[in-house]
């Protein structure tokens, strides 16, 4: 969706090093997400975001945190990065939670 | 807890012929279920989706699918495949509390010319 957009689109980076990802939608919807895409798993929910400083956790949060100080931009952040954190990463956001969300392009993430 | 179950990993048809996804789902209530796809290196795409409305959805690029509460199952059509209807599919579901979207394993399609 060309509201959505995430940077770096692509990142390698070193075990044990903090990342940070960006998410930035133009559109105001109040719902954004973060999830990680790997082979044979489809699309897994990491945090969420129901408002403004409002998050909560998905089903693999672990070693995941996220901000979220304005409408338009979530934050997913690794603090200490590690291999099982390579995957590709997805945001997607959407008016009305449980309803069709809009996802951006996406961010490959290689841990070294 | 709501769960999606994509019955094929890998589907090839030729084009021109009729194209069939299969997805299961499990929910304790009346889902909401939707279809996205995904082409090599793209972010998502919503096809069509299901809110307890018609239970025959029409989408986008000719897909459509049915919602069978029966057999609890929501399978993807198309009459005639393209060959830029080759991508991944993912079946998803609402889960219960409706703030989030559970996904299954995805079916990657292959139209052979």
């Known amino acids: 969706d060309a509201g959505i957009t995430q940077s770096p689109r692509h990142k390698v980076t070193e075990t044990g090093t903090p990342v940070t990802l960006r998410c930035h939608q133009t559109?105001?919807?109040?719902?954004m997400y973060w999830y990680r895409q790997d082979p044979g798993h489809g699309l897994r929910l990491i945090h969420y975001?129901?408002?403004?400083?409002?998050?909560d956790k998905g089903e693999v949060s672990d070693g995941y945190s996220v901000s979220r100080s304005k409408t338009e931009d979530f934050l997913l952040t690794l603090e200490s990065a590690t291999s099982s954190q390579t995957s590709v990463y997805f945001c997607?956001?959407?008016?009305?939670?449980?309803?069709?969300?809009?996802f951006g392009p996406g961010t490959r993430l290689t841990v070294l | 807890a709501q769960s999606v179950t994509q019955l094929d990993s890998h589907v090839s048809v030729s084009e021109g012929t009729p194209v069939l996804l299969r997805c299961n789902y499990s929910?304790?209530?009346?889902?909401?279920l939707f279809w996205y796809v995904q082409h090599p290196n793209k972010g998502l795409q919503l096809l069509l989706k299901?809110?307890?409305?018609?239970?025959l959805v029409k989408g986008i690029n000719g897909f459509e699918a049915e919602f069978k509460k029966s057999e609890t199952s929501f399978h993807l059509t198309k009459p005639s495949a393209h060959m830029s209807d080759a991508a991944e599919y993912f079946c998803?579901?609402?889960?219960?509390?409706?703030?989030?979207?559970?996904f299954g394993a995805g079916t990657i399609l292959r139209v052979k010319s």
């Open positions: 998803v579901v609402s889960d219960r509390g409706g703030n989030k979207l559970v």
């Open positions: 929910s304790s209530y009346s889902p909401s």
């Open positions: 975001s129901y408002g403004v400083k409002d998050t």
């Open positions: 559109e105001n919807h109040r719902y």
């Open positions: 997607a956001a959407g008016p009305v939670p449980g309803h069709e969300q809009f």
């Open positions: 299901y809110t307890s409305a018609a239970t």
